[in-house]
């Protein structure tokens, strides 16, 4: 019998990766604000205002999802500095609901954290690390993780990095695609050259957790690349490897940016336990980017 897999915020970058990468496996419930994106054998679309709880219980009711990836998410540093309250219900509140279910129900959660919860003072971050959040967005994260551990016992807190790639479903927030918009027309990309970050390719991403949804993995994980690098030079090889101009990626102070909310420097983070608790193999920038490139083609393997 097949497993059921109900999958939030499927408007997003990274919950696409995740619908796209399912295998017959699963039966896809697929839950967003907007219409379907995709239709196919195995996959239900659910379109709702998740924060309208009687509606998300209720569909909660009707699927009986053996697990849940909970993606959705505001992931807007500065506006969620600038819109706390609306930032709590979203981050907090639904993680809160969503893994209240899934504890009453017995299903497995996965939910989406960020490595942006640390202070970036150390870098090479472990999941036994204390989180120290700069700002709201990383508050609302850390709260929801402690919720989420509460909460249930069949729950993992996925942290990601950076993630690199191009949408697989509707537009997503991809910078890859906001960089690849500028040099086509010739347009210079500044990047802050002392944020350092260990980018993770949306595909392996995308695999990664449905992998967790279907194992007994529990607890904290780091999902990041292989490569410890500056945004600099990463947007510089990613410039590079599509044969664009280095010369049109210039470093840039975002200090000076009115309404910016604090970021930590350097959230690099340690993908040990990944590597060794999951068979989907965390990847360097560079395969990371030679995967993205080849799904665009239809040839990824």
């Given at each position: ?9 499927c ?59 909970h ?26 609901q ?25 870098g090479?971050?472990?999941e ?8 709201y ?5 850390v ?35 906001r ?53 600099l ?7 590079e490897r ?8 210039v ?11 604090p ?11 990944a590597?060794a ?5 965390m990847?360097?920038?560079d ?12 040839t990824?393997?």
């Open positions: 019998m097949k497993r059921r897999l109900m999958v939030t915020g408007g997003g970058f990274v919950a696409g990766s995740v619908i796209r990468n399912a295998g017959a496996d699963w039966d896809v419930h697929a839950l967003s604000r907007g219409g379907a994106l995709l239709e196919r054998e195995g996959l239900t679309w659910h379109s709702f205002d998740p924060l309208d709880i009687e509606r998300l219980r209720s569909v909660f009711r009707q699927v009986e999802p053996h697990a849940v990836i993606a959705a998410a505001i992931a807007d540093i500065d506006y969620c500095e600038g819109n706390k309250e609306v930032a709590e219900q979203v981050n907090v509140g639904l993680a809160e969503l893994a209240r279910l899934c504890s009453q129900s017995r299903a497995r959660m996965v939910y989406l954290s960020t490595d942006t919860v640390f202070d970036g003072e150390k090479l971050y472990r036994e690390d204390p989180p120290a959040p700069l700002n967005y990383a508050e609302t994260k709260r929801a993780e402690k919720i989420v551990a509460g909460e249930t016992g069949n729950s993992v807190v996925a942290r990601l990095s950076l993630v690199m790639g191009l949408p697989m479903l509707g537009r997503g927030n991809s910078f890859l695609s960089m690849i918009s500028a040099f086509e027309e010739g347009r210079e990309v500044g990047v802050p050259a002392d944020e350092i970050r260990t980018p993770i390719d949306v595909i392996t991403l995308g695999r990664a957790l449905i992998e967790l949804a279907g194992n007994d993995f529990k607890g904290r994980i780091h999902l990041g690349g292989n490569d410890r690098l500056s945004r030079e990463m947007v510089r090889r990613i410039a599509l044969g664009y101009s280095t010369d049109l990626v470093a840039k102070d975002p200090s000076g940016i009115a309404g910016r909310a970021r930590p420097r350097d959230v690099s983070l340690d993908n040990t336990k590597r608790a999951l068979a989907t193999p990847r360097g920038l395969d990371g980017l030679e995967l993205v490139l080849a799904a665009k083609k239809g990824a393997s």
